[in-house]
């Protein structure tokens, strides 16, 4: 099973629990429940996808003890009334029915019960606080705000959060207990006690929120009351063999006084004798930079050390996660380091991941691109997206289906709303076929992959899954309304891209201004013509040699590194534009040593994940990138390029200038066949600027909708 990965695929037991392997997906806030915090079919499918896939246990994220009150998000599970057991039963019997089994958390956000906030009610917590929260407009784009700012009411906010009552404290651990209950009596086959990422608990376990001088504040053993009296009231509504665990934060990144490795060490073990069957290790690291640390960390296996150093305090099981992919996540157990390994990304972005793993059939897995889009979702309270698998929250609008009639389905540009178009309705049994007039297959992915080497695995992905399904390709060939007219499809989907555009510039035409798209041509295997002009002669002379063989020297990673030797940029570069593209090719560029400058007049990468634009910007920052925003463009001189802000004109030197600009539509194509066969779609940047994501989900429509 699952070649040399092995011991991830042995049963294990939490408590009195025997889960068949030792994958469970981490709890996710999905915001796919409706508002009244009842079961609805959404739901179920995604859970339901998800057991299928393989994964011994599935943890749904977040049910709130107190619904309607104290949520994170404004669409939660609720546990807060026995109205809420039927629909549990029915969710957890079709977990159970596809092979898997299912825990939901015990929650309460406290100090971050946006939807508390949102409504002008008072928020809880562990002591008395004044409302932060401006931390999470950095870098947030002026179209964000308002989205942000609509899931609140008219009525002002309060600006504080009251500390709880000993009353309350004991008010709380009642329906903490009862939620317990509820769960039990649906068939869930375990509890999470949610004692981790700022909400109610931790709240009383850091020291960051908890400044009580009562018997809750202080000392570890006193900031643990709570939880602990928590534990105990569970205990005797469940019973000592249900399976009762808790997440934890090993630790909490980059908050002052915050919860430490050494605070966890000391209260492991008292968790574990106040009768919990689990630890799952988890960090938490605020808004702002440091959510790239913890919940949801950026850096593979960012906390794993923290689940090793508790697993050295206790006997019970420990659930360690944080970007582990299967195969880490086997030598992790095989080492004794963690006993279960929680993944949520990657079984969203592949609900099938355990099993395509046990199968030994990591090529067919959809590799998670670390974009963010999935968890930026609940801070406009939208249902969670995954960008490189349409189907998820949408599992039964997007499913699969085999096609009634198979049939002759042309495919126009293979980026990534292209190839997922084809790869869709070849998996629904048409005929497909892709053509390009590129040289290789990916489009606009090519360019994304030169900047992030996990759009560049999806990438692959893609490919590989085209060759698998036996998709035609057709390279170098442009599709004009005459080849239709050969072929006779009997659908077409043209994906063939946008059309990239500057701004008008005075001295744009300068021979050291380059257009993002000459940048393109450039680093693409197409260095003669305008992807030339940065070239010397002896440059030149030697591309016109070597040409026949560019499409195969020029690979993504040969790229990266030939560029890291030689690349016709100067030293001083001025990027003109700072949307994704700018900002990524900034990127790039200063990792090649170059000096890199942005100007942008609106936002900064503003198509970028909040989530993950604010990791991304200061990590730019921070290679000594300048970035500028809200700036009215001057023209390009011999000093360099001018611009001018409510401060005033300026210039900034530079050798090089890109000017990246944006992408229109580019329907000529569409509108010129689509009256010469049955059924025409057109998809991704080719219609509007839709990204990856966009293009994705797109494609797979477009492949579906094919009758
Ligand atoms: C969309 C999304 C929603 C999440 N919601 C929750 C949640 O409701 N409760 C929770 O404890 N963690 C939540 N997390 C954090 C995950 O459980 C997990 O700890 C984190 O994503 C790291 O695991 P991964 O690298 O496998 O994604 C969420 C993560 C994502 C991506
Ligand atoms: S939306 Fe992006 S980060 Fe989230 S699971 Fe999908 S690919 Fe990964």
Redesign the pocket.
């Known amino acids: 099973m699952g070649g040399h990965i092995r011991n991830i695929f042995s049963p294990g037991f939490i408590g009195k629990m025997e889960l068949k392997n030792r994958i469970i997906m981490?709890?996710?806030?999905?915001s796919l429940e409706p508002e009244d915090g009842t079961v609805d079919q959404r739901t179920i499918d995604f859970y339901a996808e998800r057991a299928r896939g393989g994964a011994a246990l599935l943890?749904v994220?977040?049910g709130a003890i107190d619904h309607p009150y104290g949520l994170?998000l404004t669409n939660q599970l609720g546990l807060s009334d026995d109205k809420y057991v039927p629909g549990l039963k029915v969710l957890s019997d079709a977990i159970h029915a596809n092979g898997a089994k299912i825990a939901i958390?015990l929650?309460h956000a406290g100090k971050v019960a946006m939807s508390d906030f949102g409504r002008g009610i008072d928020m809880v917590s562990a002591s008395e606080l004044s409302a932060g929260g401006s931390e999470i407009l950095q870098d947030m784009a002026s179209t964000e705000i308002p989205r942000l700012m609509q899931q609140f009411s008219k009525k002002p906010p309060h600006n504080t959060t009251l500390a709880l009552s000993k009353e309350q404290i004991k008010d709380y651990t009642r329906k903490y207990a009862e939620a317990a209950g509820r769960c039990k009596k649906a068939g869930l086959d375990g509890v999470e006690i949610?004692a981790?990422?700022g909400y109610l608990i931790a709240n009383f376990l850091s020291p960051h929120t908890n400044k009580r001088t009562d018997e809750y504040g202080g000392e570890v053993k006193n900031r643990t009351r709570f939880l602990l009296e928590i534990i105990a009231a569970v205990r005797e509504k469940v019973g000592r063999d249900y399976p009762v665990w808790c997440?934890i934060d090993g630790q909490e990144f980059e908050i002052e006084d915050g919860i430490t490795i050494d605070d966890t060490k000391q209260l492991a073990p008292m968790l574990e004798a106040a009768g919990v069957d689990a630890l799952h290790v988890?960090g938490y690291g605020g808004f702002r930079r440091s959510f790239y640390h913890a919940?949801?960390?950026q850096p593979e296996a960012h906390?794993v050390g923290l689940a090793a150093e508790i697993k050295k305090t206790v006997k019970i099981p420990v659930i360690a996660?944080?970007?582990?992919d299967a195969e880490l996540g086997d030598r992790l157990i095989r080492d004794g380091k963690a006993d279960f390994i929680?993944?949520?990304?990657?079984?969203?972005a592949d609900p099938e991941y355990p099993n395509k793993v046990a199968a030994g059939r990591q090529d067919d897995v959809i590799p998670?691109i670390q974009c963010y889009n999935?968890?930026t979702?609940?801070f406009w309270n939208a249902p969670?997206f995954c960008a490189v698998n349409p189907a998820a929250g949408k599992e039964a609008e997007l499913r699969i289906e085999p096609a009634g009639q198979p049939k002759k389905v042309l495919v126009i540009g293979s980026g990534p709303g292209g190839m997922e178009a084809a790869i869709v309705a070849a998996r629904r049994g048409h005929k497909v076929a892709i053509y390009d007039k590129g040289v290789r297959l990916g489009g606009a992915l090519v360019f994304a992959s030169m900047a992030s080497e996990l759009n560049e695995a999806f990438l692959y992905y893609l490919i590989r899954q085209v060759k698998k399904l036996g998709i035609e390709v057709h390279l170098g060939t442009e599709v004009t309304p005459q080849l239709i007219d050969e072929i006779k499809p009997d659908a077409v989907i043209v994906a063939n891209g946008g059309i990239l555009t500057s701004p008008d510039l005075p001295g744009k035409n300068r021979p050291n201004v380059l257009t993002g798209s000459d940048f393109r041509k450039m680093l693409a295997s197409n260095l003669k013509g305008e992807g030339a002009r940065m070239l010397t002669w002896w440059q030149k002379m030697a591309v016109r040699i070597s040409s026949p063989l560019l499409p195969y020297l020029i690979t993504i990673p040969n790229i990266r590194k030939i560029s890291r030797i030689w690349l016709p940029i100067g030293k001083r570069v001025v990027i003109v534009g700072g949307d994704i593209a700018g900002v990524e090719l900034a990127e790039f560029l200063a990792d090649r040593g170059r000096q890199v400058t942005v100007l942008e007049e609106k936002d900064l990468a503003a198509e970028m994940s909040i989530a993950r634009r604010w990791n991304y910007l200061q990590h730019l920052r921070e290679m000594g990138v300048t970035l500028i925003k809200g700036v009215k463009y001057g023209e390009i001189t011999d000093e360099g390029v001018s611009y001018s802000t409510k401060k005033g004109s300026t210039v900034v030197p530079a050798d090089t200038v890109v000017i990246t600009g944006g992408i229109a539509a580019n329907t000529a194509l569409y509108e010129a066949i689509k009256a010469k066969v049955p059924q025409t779609f057109i998809v991704g940047d080719c219609r509007e600027l839709r990204l990856i994501h966009g293009s994705v989900e797109d494609g797979c429509r477009a492949a579906l909708a094919i009758q």
């Open positions: 981490a709890g996710m806030g999905t943890i994220g977040v994170a958390q929650h949610h981790a990422h997440r988890s919940p949801i960390c906390l996660v944080g970007r582990i929680a993944m949520a990304r990657a079984i969203l998670c999935c968890a979702q609940a969670v």
